[in-house]
């Protein structure tokens, strides 16, 4: 399935909404609010939404009619549509809101380089061609930036979320390289409680260890 970036052609908003909520129609009106002053539009203000508004969102409007989802997982399950549509917005407001994203010294820069730079896609940009990262203003991109995107870019790939982003970096793996060579135990244990299921951890694990033979085969 192809990847999603943030420059997709987009459905109209309401479509989209009904699409995301599965026809909650208490849900999308209460969306279309907070969107009328958050420039509703192009939907890219939901990224700003924390898992816990989306759960107190849903204990105020309730479930999709039949939908078999608890709340809680209904919730979740918006938190990840949100942000696997809009992966770079989603990313600006883990870094700006000081989430455990942002908290990472290795990506120090990556929040006000997002904000100066509007147009940026973490999926698509080629993070090679650094000179497209140059501003007229400050010059070049530091090596420190241009490292953290590439960082950020190669976890993305590998299908990962933020929060299980911040979770592998804060355990100190930077790449699929990283994550495939590990020990399925040793991994498990060092990410015990930041990302769960353990379920989860084994399957970025699998994927990481998929992506790196495809990488090999392509050598």
């Given amino acids: 399935m192809a990847k999603t970036s943030d420059t997709t052609e987009p459905e109209k908003p309401s479509s989209r909404l009904e699409t995301l909520t599965h026809g909650n129609v208490a849900l999308i009106a209460a969306l279309r609010r907070r969107g009328a002053k958050d420039s509703f539009g192009s939907l890219k203000f939901l990224a ?3 898992a ?3 759960l107190e969102l849903v204990q105020t409007h309730g479930t999709p009619e039949g939908s078999p989802l608890t709340p809680a997982e209904y919730a979740a399950a918006l938190a990840a549509n949100v942000e696997q549509q809009f992966p770079t917005a989603s990313l600006a407001a883990h870094l700006a809101d000081r989430r455990r994203l942002g908290q990472i010294p290795a990506l120090k820069g990556v929040a006000r380089f997002l904000w100066d730079h509007p147009g940026f896609d973490i999926v698509t940009a080629n993070l090679n061609a650094t000179t497209r990262l140059a501003d007229p203003r400050s010059g070049p991109a530091s090596p420190q930036l241009v490292a953290g995107l590439r960082t950020l870019q190669r976890l993305y790939e590998l299908g990962a979320t933020w929060d299980e982003t911040a979770a592998l970096l804060d355990a100190g793996y930077h790449s699929a390289a990283d994550i495939a060579a590990a020990d399925s135990t040793e991994l498990t244990m060092r990410l015990a409680g930041r990302i769960k299921p353990e379920q989860r951890i084994l ?4 994927r ?4 790196q033979k495809a990488a090999s085969r392509r050598k």
């Avoid at 990481?208 to 992506?211: E, G, K, R, V």
């Fill in 208 to 211: 990481a260890q998929t992506l």
């Fill in 203 to 206: 399957a970025l694990h699998h």
């Fill in 52 to 54: 816990a508004e989306w």
């Fill in 48 to 50: 700003a939404i924390r």
